[in-house]
Nanobody
Framework: VQLQASGGGLVQAGGSLRLSCTASGRSFSGYDMGWFRQAPGKEREFVAGISWSGGSTYYLDSVKGRFTIARDNAKNTVYLQMNSLEPEDTAVYYC???????????????WGKGTQVTVSS
């Protein structure tokens, strides 16, 4: 599975962005999908995840109520809608696919290249 993330950019605090991650190479409908982010000097952290069916979603506490993850298996695409963005959300955002049982980085089977999100104050 190859993953391609897009949709990053520069936005003012309080603004919104929608990230997309499209899979190719094979069907990703059997994979749980996640978004991670890595800020300069920090470890990559889990942000949001969605089960393969779309029936379950998971979020980092600091993004709950602001970010929404969704997927369209017919389009092999997962989305991350980010609202009320804060400067602390500035990071490179990565999508990942897993058939594992947790959102630990080591459980991810595939990673996409990141997309930069910069939130100005």
């Amino acid at each position: 599975v190859q993953l391609q993330a897009s949709g990053g950019g520069l936005v003012q605090a309080g603004g919104s962005l929608r990230l997309s991650c499209t899979a190719s190479g094979r069907s990703f409908s059997g994979y749980d999908m996640g978004w991670f982010r890595q800020a300069p000097g920090k470890e990559r952290e889990f942000v949001a995840g969605i089960s393969w069916s779309g029936g379950s979603t998971y979020y980092l506490d600091s993004v709950k109520g602001r970010f929404t993850i969704a997927r369209d298996n017919a389009k092999n695409t997962v989305y991350l809608q980010m609202n009320s963005l804060e400067p602390e959300d500035t990071a490179v955002y990565y999508c990942a696919a897993t058939m594992g049982t947790s959102w630990a980085r080591s459980n991810m089977n595939y990673w996409g290249k990141g997309t930069q999100v910069t939130v100005s104050s």
